[in-house]
């Protein structure tokens, strides 16, 4: 098993063809083929299907191909940290921010990067917590922003910020930030939510378990957007944390007050991965991301946030 079978293991599968596959590889088709033969000789079981539509992944395929991915990308990661640049951090980190938080942090953290750490290449992953924490786990992330975690034996959590949820609602509803809203009433709208088991809706689950109430959902979804883009339409109220919907509310295109009765907070960490080296240029972009972090709480980009080392928040 060398490098050259499991890159063409990995492009037929993603390509679907080997003729296709060929191509990407500037490769003539006999050497792929060769190649993909010669590693299921190797492992004693098919990889792939060949049928009608292609060349198709069997059980065994997708898992070859899912750790060949994992074994190319560490030789690039240990050829990045090696190269000769006497002064000069260098490597591949790979980032993951969450769904809210993108668009307030990714320009400024790439930005500070490229200029101040040419040699380090960032890579940078958005999604919710809990798709996060799992990369995370599965060694994709070398670092990662997360909620309501505290550290495991598996993971370092460095707290970092805490913030408070919103009610967030169609322009015509008049929320202002000055104005909070009870929880109670608005969880009596219509409410487009996070999907259940997903980290957000187990904070708003606690909420409003805390105030005795039954929600009225109408819509459970797993993208951020979705929810905006529903209440925008008029479905619905739904309920966000600031920093996810501050151009919104400053555009016009949503209005938002933070909770009340009860104050609905959510924690936000720096998640390490306790199994593995953090590398130089990992530590470096950790501690520019955490950088940035304090800078926007500090100039007020990041509404209604606390960092953890300027006082105290409730929390549900």
Sequence with gaps: ??????RALITVAEAGSVTRAAELLHLVQPAVTRQIR???????VALFERTRQGMQPTAAGMT???RARRALNELERARAEIR??????TGIVTVGLLDSASNLLAEPLASAIIRDHPGIE????TAYSGHLQQWLDDGDLDLTLLYNL???PSLNAEPLVREKLWAVAPPSAGLRAEHPVPFE????????VPAAGHGLRTVIDAAAAQARVEMNLIVQTNSMHVQKQLVLAGHGWTILPGVGIAEDVANGSLSAAPLCEPEVWRSIVLGTSRAGRVTPAAEVVAKELSRQIHSAVRQGQWPSAQLYDEGPAKDV
């Design 1 to 6: 098993m060398d490098v050259k079978q499991l």
């Design 38 to 44: 010669t590693l299921e000789q190797e492992l004693g």
């Design 64 to 66: 070859m191909v899912e």
């Design 84 to 89: 000769p640049t006497p002064g000069v951090v």
């Design 122 to 125: 960032l890579r940078l992953l």
């Design 150 to 152: 505290a550290s495991t």
């Design 185 to 192: 009433e608005a969880v009596s709208h219509p409410l487009v």
